[in-house]
């Protein structure tokens, strides 16, 4: 009888853990259905690369032509320039998306008005939430050749122009445009980061008759040192990840040039041109080296910064 009474509450609580258990996997059952059809099976759709796609033939009869498509692809002149302008656009968003939220939260994180802090820091990160369909929309007319940039430059005599058109300003105002968007959102990462560290050290500063720059040199970056670093090599994976939803909504034929990116070009190749091997080429090309940057990122990850996804 002892036994029985002892074991009984273990085997109903132990009873009541596989439900909730049970619960949670019919949970998760909804969302991995949704995965798998919406980015397992398109999967297949790799085939394309290796074959000389005919709709008429399907995916599985078409001609195996093996390399051919990435042999065309590599061969084009336009396949170097897209290339560039992705590496070009991508790496510049990196960069300038880790340097300038860090030095805006640096700067938010020394104001001492709570209600000034709060409200700057709602103001800047409500672009975030904001399409590139709207943003594109207000940003094509404000630079647009009688948008207000070009009213204020009349003031000084400079002549206007249709900015988003202009080959040698278009890398320039997408890149700028992404910070001015993301830079209030990733502060709160760092302001978030900011919060952990401890008071006393800059009580103790100052007594030692430390400046606040001093305070931010020795305390404040050492202190989310590790933010940082897993935030800009997290950010590797996405280096041929220029923002086409950006760039579909901003350019147009007159800045190719410089403004077309490989997403832009798949797009244009398989939709538009209907040439859908290539397309797949170039978009399993990209997928295979986002991947192997996605994996080298969270090696370097584990060893610089101990970050583990499990």
């Known amino acids: ?11 109903l609580k132990k009873k009541r853990n596989s439900k909730t258990v049970f619960n949670y996997h019919i949970m998760v059952l909804i969302g991995m259905i949704w995965l798998f ?38 061969s084009m002149s336009d396949s170097k320039r897209v290339i560039i302008n992705t590496l070009v656009i991508a790496v510049s968003k990196l960069i300038l998306n880790v340097v300038v939220p860090l030095a805006f939260a640096l700067m ?3 104001i001492r008005q709570l209600k000034f802090k709060k409200a700057v820091q709602t103001i800047v990160y409500l672009p975030h939430f904001l399409s590139w369909v709207i943003l594109a929309s207000v940003l094509l007319e404000m630079f647009g050749y009688r948008g207000v940039f070009n009213s204020l430059l009349g003031f000084f005599g400079i002549e206007g122009k249709i900015w988003f058109s202009e080959e040698s300003c278009f890398r320039q105002l997408i890149i700028g445009s992404d910070v001015w968007k ?4 990733n502060a709160v990462i760092y302001l978030a980061a900011l919060t952990g560290i401890s008071p006393e050290l800059y009580e103790a500063a100052a007594i030692d008759g430390c400046s606040r720059w001093k305070s931010v040199w020795h305390i404040t ?30 350019y147009s034929p007159l800045v190719y040039s410089t403004g077309d990116i490989l997403d832009t070009w798949v797009y244009r190749m398989g939709l538009l041109n209907v040439q859908f091997s290539l397309a797949t080429a170039a ?3 990209k997928s295979v080296i986002s991947f192997t940057l996605i994996v080298i990122s969270y090696i370097i990850a584990y060893k610089a910064a101990d970050y583990k996804i499990f």
């Open 1 to 11: 009888m002892k036994n029985t009474t002892v074991s009984a509450p273990a085997f």
């Open 182 to 185: 993301e830079f209030g959102f």
């Open 37 to 74: 059809f919406f980015n397992i099976v398109p999967m297949f759709g790799i085939v394309m690369a290796f074959e000389d796609y005919n709709p008429m033939q399907g995916l599985w009869h078409s001609e195996f032509i093996g390399l051919e498509n990435f042999r065309y692809l590599f």
């Open 283 to 285: 978009g399993l090309f």
């Open 108 to 110: 938010l994180n020394e």
């Open 221 to 250: 970056l050492p202190g989310i040192s590790s933010t940082i670093v897993v935030l800009s090599i997290l950010g590797l994976g996405n280096v041929l990840n220029a923002g086409f939803d950006q760039i579909f909504n901003f």
